[in-house]
């Protein structure tokens, strides 16, 4: 593998650097190509599933990101009058996993983390201001090409640049699905939500017809979400006002809560036709797009990192054919398409619920599932990407 050509990876996020750490992991050679001067200090993504850790304490970084980060063991949701819905304790996970909690800890985090422990390996590189234009799959190595011209060779090339891949279009993939015509508006505060609100989990959805929303406790600040009609206008989104009416909904007679952060985006729906064009290949945000609600899109885009590490590793050694790319896309984009993308959309509609009949559809099931450890085991394997993970790996 010395003399190979390193496999090259467009994008320094999470995905991109968990890839680079799995595949030096495997003795592999690595190329990053980031756009940006640096590593990227943006909050972003902000929830750490139990598998995904457990994958991520396998390279190496889930202690530090532990300790930089906050342990979320109890997921909760809430109506807008404060009464519990339901509440599980993600404990009771700790037979199939090695990390029985959520963590809730900023994705930049985890970029520098493993940018520290990679930065000086053998086989590793990583240019910056290296925004990459075009790609090209000559059939036995690959090309990036950069928006100077600069063509950097390599044996494979792993596009994990987000949303609007360069990579996904130099591929000729399109990207399907829909755009919710609501925006999503994140705030964050210093208040501390829970002392005011007695029993508050760190993990917390509401459940309103009106305006559902949910609060994320990250260190230091707590996250706050809101949807947003589309008719309002970004210069009434900005404003003080704004902010202050949004938060006022929490909890009656409160709304002097201090902005540190404040987040406006389009939420989408897609999935690439294929995550694959000959070596020209597709992670995380390049592949799928989802809304946040139930935080699957981050942790999805590191099970696609280590699924695709896995079966170039075993071409490059010479154990398989390029057939294992294939089922790579069959087993990501298949879980994607049947469990990541039907449960985020199913998230915004039990919390948006319209009619009385399907609120009271939504408090009964997640009561009846709540009530019964069982039926409550049964659930956290879903919403913590456990049954997704075991899915994937059926799938031929």
Request: glycine content about 8%; proline content about 5%.
């Amino acid at each position: 593998m010395a003399d190979m050509k390193p496999v090259l990876i467009v994008g320094a996020g999470p995905v991109g650097m968990v890839a680079a750490a799995a595949l030096l992991r495997e003795g592999i050679p690595v190329t990053v190509l980031e756009a940006g001067p640096t590593i990227s200090d943006e909050m972003r993504a902000s929830t750490f599933h139990a598998p995904t850790l457990d994958m991520l304490d396998d390279l190496g970084a889930a202690k530090d990101m532990i300790r930089q980060g906050l342990k979320g063991p109890i997921l909760q949701y809430r109506q807008r009058d404060q009464a519990v819905i339901a509440q599980f304790d993600f404990g009771i996970l700790a037979d199939v996993t090695r990390h029985p909690f959520r963590l809730q800890c900023e994705q930049f985090k985890l970029t520098r983390i493993l940018y520290d422990l990679l930065r000086d390996k053998p086989g590793f590189s990583i240019r910056f201001d290296a925004q990459v234009a075009d790609a090209v799959d000559h059939g036995d190595h690959v090309e990036a090409v950069l928006e100077d011209g600069t063509r950097i060779a390599g044996s494979y090339l792993i596009g994990a640049d987000g949303a609007r891949s360069a990579v996904r279009k130099a591929a000729g993939i399109a990207f399907e699905g829909f755009t919710w015509p609501e925006r999503f508006l994140v705030l964050s505060t210093e208040f501390d939500f829970a002392s005011i609100i007695p029993n508050l989990a760190d993990v917390t959805y509401y459940a309103d017809p009106e305006e559902w929303f949910f609060l994320l406790r990250v260190p230091g600040v707590w996250r706050c979400m809101f949807p947003v009609a589309p008719e309002v206008t970004d210069e009434e989104i900005e404003t003080d006002d704004f902010a202050r009416a949004r938060f006022a909904r929490i909890l009656a007679g409160r709304d002097d809560y201090p902005v540190r952060h404040r987040t406006l985006y389009r939420v989408h729906q897609r999935v690439a036709e294929t995550f694959r064009k000959g070596r020209l290949l597709l992670a995380g945000d390049a592949a799928h797009i989802n809304n946040p609600l139930g935080g699957m899109g981050l942790n999805g885009g590191v099970h696609d990192a280590v699924n695709l590490v896995e079966k170039l590793a075993r071409i490059i050694r010479g154990e398989a054919g390029e057939a294992e790319l294939d089922r790579y896309v069959r087993q990501r984009r298949g879980i994607t398409v049947e469990h990541v993308q039907r449960q985020t959309i199913q998230n915004k509609k039990n919390l948006e619920a319209k009619t009385p009949e399907d609120q009271a559809d939504f408090r009964d099931r997640m009561a009846e599932a709540a009530s019964d450890p069982a039926k409550a085991h049964a659930y956290l394997l879903g919403v913590s990407m456990i049954n997704s993970l075991k899915r994937a790996a059926e799938i031929g």
